[in-house]
């Protein structure tokens, strides 16, 4: 199996204050890959550095076999990478369907077909588009945040934290269509989250990650009895 990423020793700060300290692990090429820890491990951090929303301070990040380590926000998602953010981030006053229009301003050319073909995948959002993002349930607003990143067509996906304040229905529907999106799309995933259970369920390997290292894999028996072991901050 190829790898689509590879991040070898990675290093970022907060001013003077290190977040990561040589975080090492690899992506491959259709696998959904877990990243469990507690607040303030540098989860969050982990995905902003590979998004490029913060820099590397040191270490290297691979995509798709290149170098991306110092390039923008902008190339790395041309190239394919893409970020669903903690808290979702959609535009509250657009409707569902202006805020999928953003989504296409990261794809190399807009087509709204696009679009079109996303919603058999969300059919919740079809009777929602002319709604305003803020009017949506929690729930709602992250199956529009996932389907707004999905309109670049990204082969790998940075998901943060997707549970947090959702419904158990809507995370079991968000399961069941990350894994459908698998199959369809040939989608890789790196998935933060503490939620134990969804990460069990989601992810073909759990690393644990504390004091912004990756120690080593957790087994999803572990994950399922509540044996994680992680460290408490």
Do not use: W
């Amino acid at each position: 199996m190829m790898n689509v990423l590879e991040v070898q020793g990675l290093r970022a700060n907060y001013g003077p204050v290190p977040i990561l300290t040589g975080i090492e692990f690899d992506v491959g090429e259709g696998e959904y890959l877990g990243i469990l820890g507690h607040n303030g491990m540098g989860k969050t951090t982990l995905l902003k550095s590979l998004m490029g929303h913060l820099p590397a301070m040191d270490g290297v990040v691979r995509f798709l076999g290149g170098d991306v380590t110092k390039l923008p926000i902008h190339g790395r998602a041309r190239m394919g990478l893409g970020l669903v953010p903690q808290g979702r981030e959609i535009f509250t006053t657009l409707t569902v369907r202006e805020n999928l229009r953003m989504g296409l301003a990261a794809a190399r050319k807009e087509d709204l077909g696009v679009i079109d073909d996303l919603l058999t995948d969300f059919p919740r959002l079809v009777r929602l588009l002319d709604r305003p993002g803020g009017a949506l349930s929690g729930g709602e607003q992250q199956l529009l945040a996932l389907a707004r990143c999905l309109c670049a067509n990204p082969k790998l996906i940075l998901l943060d934290e997707p549970t947090e304040g959702i419904q158990p229905s809507i995370i079991e529907e968000i399961i069941e269509t990350l894994l459908a999106l698998r199959k369809r799309r040939s989608l890789s995933m790196i998935v933060v989250e503490q939620n134990l259970e969804f990460i069990a369920s989601l992810s073909d390997r759990v690393l644990s990650i504390q004091k912004g290292r990756i120690t080593g894999e957790v087994s999803r028996e572990d994950l399922l009895a509540g044996r994680v072991g992680l460290a408490v901050p």
